[in-house]
């Protein structure tokens, strides 16, 4: 079983339309939780993250960690065109010395 | 502020050829590096990190090496090129163990 996975889509959406893009993991030890959000041809940026679970809102976006189902998702309000990226998980236990991402989602926000 | 340097950003290489890729920081002291590949419809693989000049942890076994001769200089080598070593590869440092990666602007590499 692989640490992280996401669904590679592409996941195509209308301008305004709500994103939901989803992440599990394997790892219990696992407590924060980052979105990267890279664009094409270029290197991945933190976008945000969340500690333990719950929620974290950030402008349009919403990050969400359910530990007891290893589940890890981020919702876009009002999506925009240049939403479109692919979107990586990046879950992180203390003490780590590497980062292991998710496999990243792909979205394409359409005018 | 800081910032990661990287280059060459694209190189096309013959199978066999050897490969020197290389990444600097500035504006920062004793940052984590890290060198990932992204292959196509793959996610990031992490291929080395160093947290100090000398000190070179490697994840996966392969024809690649990594050095860090100095504090925020990183280097990724191959002395012969597989068809599988085609990628994007990218550079990163953080500040010691955080999940904050920053990311170089990447090197796409073809192997023929």
């Known amino acids: 079983q692989k640490e992280v996975e996401q669904d590679p889509g592409p996941l195509s959406v209308p301008e305004g339309a709500i994103v939901s893009l989803n992440c599990t993991y394997s790892?219990?030890?696992?407590?924060?939780f980052m979105w990267y959000r890279q664009y094409s041809r270029k290197g991945p940026e933190l976008l945000m993250y969340t500690y333990s679970s719950g929620n974290k809102e950030d402008g349009r976006f919403t990050a969400q960690v359910d530990k007891s189902s290893k589940y890890i998702s981020l919702f876009i309000r009002d999506s925009q065109p240049s939403d479109s990226a692919t979107y990586l998980c990046?879950?992180?236990?203390?003490?780590?010395?590497?980062?292991?991402f998710g496999t990243g989602t792909r979205l394409l926000v359409s005018p | 502020s800081q910032t990661i340097h990287q280059w060459p950003a694209t190189l096309v290489q013959p199978v066999g050829s050897p490969l020197s890729l290389e990444c600097t920081v500035e504006?920062?002291?004793?940052?984590?590096l890290y060198w990932y590949r992204q292959a196509a419809g793959r996610g990031l693989q992490l291929l080395f990190y160093?947290?100090?000049?000398?000190?070179i942890s490697s994840e996966v076994p392969q024809n690649l090496s990594a050095s860090r001769p100095q504090d925020r200089q990183f280097i990724l080598s191959s002395k012969k090129l597989l068809l599988s070593d085609s990628g994007f590869y990218l550079c990163?440092?953080?500040?010691?163990?955080?999940?904050?990666?920053?990311f170089g602007e990447g090197s796409r590499l073809t192997v023929l």
């Open positions: 160093s947290v100090g000049i000398g000190q």
């Open positions: 790892n219990s030890a696992f407590q924060y």
């Open positions: 990046a879950p992180v236990n203390t003490g780590f010395q590497k980062l292991v």
């Open positions: 504006g920062t002291s004793n940052p984590n």
């Open positions: 990163a440092w953080s500040r010691g163990f955080t999940g904050e990666l920053f």
